[in-house]
């Protein structure tokens, strides 16, 4: 059975190039009816944080990302680690090493000046040292000295690594504590792991741990190393792009769906196709055709497919959500059909939730100022009269509803004798603040007779001031 797994250290909020990667991760194990299992990389204890192990929760919640197994902590591990690394001092695979700090700092220097790689030079490693009293011992793997590593990965190719190039690398700490390299390959092996899809900053690190896989009698398992997410300006994708945490993107009025779709797209491709549901990612995902260039994140393609999702998900979805945001930012507003409309209507026209939030605010809450070219073009003198007629009548109006409200915009046309548009429109600016409005008559019924009112003795007198 095919089985991913998805292993991030929990350091850092969950961040686009790790939630491509746990993307890939769980695509390929759906589609291969396989199995995803969720490790969180703690055992750096001094960088490891709860709030990050939250925040990788919550994204792969969000996302909608599930895992047949975990979460699993690997500082839930250590006493497994310890038997592995037993194992391998035993067997003559792995020996401690006294080394001291100064003796690798110096030994490192001369390197440098010779021009070559610095590497640890196996001092220790026929030496059979075994910790005496309380000096604690690092363990080194000892890493075979005669041919190579050769594996295919999905993305790269083959990739051939002599074994001359690999020095003895520490397993185990002086403290105890197993090293990154060991226990991403104890768990590899115990949890039965078949394709390990990750970032290519781990590339140089395969050849390595498939010596201690070898050593440990387990079978390697496939790679994919992903290339890594650029910013626009070709850079590594960092903070200074703008947001890299995912759940920025759901603060921002993201759509789960459209990240998903976004991420997807970004270094792995299905001829020209765009747009992508979950369903036909899983179909046509493979891991052979993720691109082996680094991608680079766009944040404008990143809204046009989220402007795509919030037009076409179901209306429910997105008046929940932004329900969710009025919420959220203290607004006051009523539910409803009324309410639906709305927002259905504007979803045509926003890029996100919060975008569109923005833009039905005046429903609920007074604005500040005058969409400025909607103000010039349709609060002038000539307004004044229109709306000194509708202030009138909408004034005395009992049934504050859109029939009514119809009712009385089209006496004033017929009682000034102009058309629609002179009255209408500047109605519309007056009580929106700007020229676009679902129709004006339902507009008016929803934000209501006091706020109308006001608003339209507020734009009168925005007219005379001028
Ligand atoms: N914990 C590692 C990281 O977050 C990933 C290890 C792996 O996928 O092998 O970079």
């Known amino acids: 059975m095919i089985k991913t797994r998805f292993a991030p250290s929990p350091t850092g909020v969950l961040h686009v190039g790790g939630a491509r990667t746990a993307l890939f991760c769980w695509l390929y194990s759906k589609k291969m009816g396989g199995k995803f299992v969720l490790r969180i990389e703690d055992t750096d204890l001094e960088r490891s944080t709860e709030a ?62 010779n021009k070559e790689k610095p590497r640890y030079d196996g001092c220790c490693r ?31 190719g083959e990739i051939s690594v002599s074994n001359q190039e690999l020095d003895d690398l520490i397993i185990q700490r002086s403290d105890g504590s197993p090293t990154y390299n060991l226990s991403v390959i104890v768990d ?25 896989l070898k050593a440990l009698g387990a079978k390697c398992p496939e790679y994919a190393h992903v290339p890594m997410i650029l910013g626009d300006d070709g850079k590594r994708l960092s903070k200074r792009h703008g947001a890299v945490s995912v759940m920025q993107y759901f603060d921002d009025g993201y759509l789960p769906e459209a990240i998903l779709n976004y991420l997807v797209r970004l270094g792995w491709s299905h001829g020209d196709q765009e747009l992508f549901s979950i369903e036909e990612m899983i179909e046509y995902f493979s891991l052979d055709d993720i691109n082996r260039s680094a991608s680079s994140f766009n944040t404008d393609k990143l809204k046009w497919i989220n402007q795509q999702y919030l037009m076409s998900l179901p209306l429910t979805n997105i008046v929940k959500l932004v ?12 539910s409803g059909s009324d309410f639906e409309n709305i927002v259905d209507l504007y979803r045509q026209r926003v890029s996100t939730v919060n975008e569109l939030a923005d833009s039905i ?38 049934f504050w509803e859109k029939g009514s409200i119809h009712q009385v915009i089209e006496e004033a046309t017929h009682e000034l004798d102009i058309n629609m548009g002179k009255v209408g429109q500047p109605l519309r600016v007056a009580v929106t603040g700007g020229s676009f409005s679902p129709p004006i008559d339902e507009t008016v019924a929803m934000i209501g007779k006091t706020r109308t009112i006001e608003r339209i003795s507020r734009a009168i007198d925005y007219i005379s001031s001028k």
């Open 126 to 156: 026929e030496l059979s040292l075994h910790p005496e009293g309380e000096k604690e011992l690092v363990i080194r793997f000892k890493n075979p000295q005669q041919g190579e590593v050769v594996f295919t990965d999905h993305v790269k």
């Open 188 to 212: 590899d092996m115990d949890m039965n792991i078949t394709h390990v899809v990750r970032g290519d900053d781990h590339v140089n690190n395969t050849p390595r741990q498939i010596n201690i």
């Open 323 to 334: 329900e969710q945001r009025l919420v959220k930012i203290n607004v006051e507003h009523q």
């Open 52 to 113: 990050s192990v939250q925040a990788i929760l919550d994204g792969m919640d969000w996302l909608n990302l599930d895992y047949d197994e975990g979460p699993i902590f690997q500082t839930h591990r250590f006493d497994r680690y310890k038997t592995a690394i037993q194992q391998l001092v035993d067997q003559g695979d792995a020996y401690y090493c006294s080394c001291s700090k100064q003796r690798l700092e110096s030994l490192r220097e001369t390197q440098m000046a």
């Open 361 to 398: 605010l005046y429903y609920f809450q007074d604005f500040d100022e005058y969409d400025s070219k909607a103000a010039k073009k349709a609060l002038k003198s000539v307004a004044i009269e229109p709306l000194g007629l509708l202030l009138d009548k909408l004034s005395n109006l009992e």
